[in-house]
């Protein structure tokens, strides 16, 4: 196993980009931190230990690189490959949608089944 990987190739390894393309133009547009120093080339080579700090989603990610990986495995061999030094913080739950209260009958528009009972009593009135 090689010491250094190409960070658009690390980031795929680790599963934290679908495609090495999308690895890449993500390193190009200035947004990864190694060491703190900001980088805009997808060909920098990693090493163990290194700290990347980037953005993904709404969290930004602070993770430390263990080992370089030789190929594109599942994710829980992705995970032996870095440590999440500051871990998402979980969604905050939503709060329940309010319960609709029940319309008393003959107000508002009438539902599926009150027309279905209309259309019954027209018929039989003819």
Avoid: C
Avoid at 102 to 113: A, S
């Amino acid at each position: 196993m090689s010491e250094t990987l190409r960070i658009d190739k690390w980031l795929w390894h680790a599963r934290f980009f679908k495609s090495r393309t999308l690895a890449a133009k993500f390193v190009q547009s200035g947004k990864v931190r190694v060491n703190g120093s900001a980088i805009s080339k997808a060909h920098v080579a990693l090493k163990s230990e290194d700290v990347l700090t980037f953005p993904l989603g709404p969290h930004i990610r602070l993770i430390r690189v263990i080992a370089m990986g030789e190929r594109r495995g599942p994710a829980p061999e992705a995970r032996t490959l870095y440590e999440d030094l500051d871990p998402p913080q979980p969604k905050p739950k939503k709060p329940k949608d309010p319960i609709v209260a029940e319309r008393d009958p003959g107000t508002g528009r009438p539902t599926k089944r009150e027309r279905r009972k209309m259309d019954q009593w027209l018929e039989d009135a003819q």
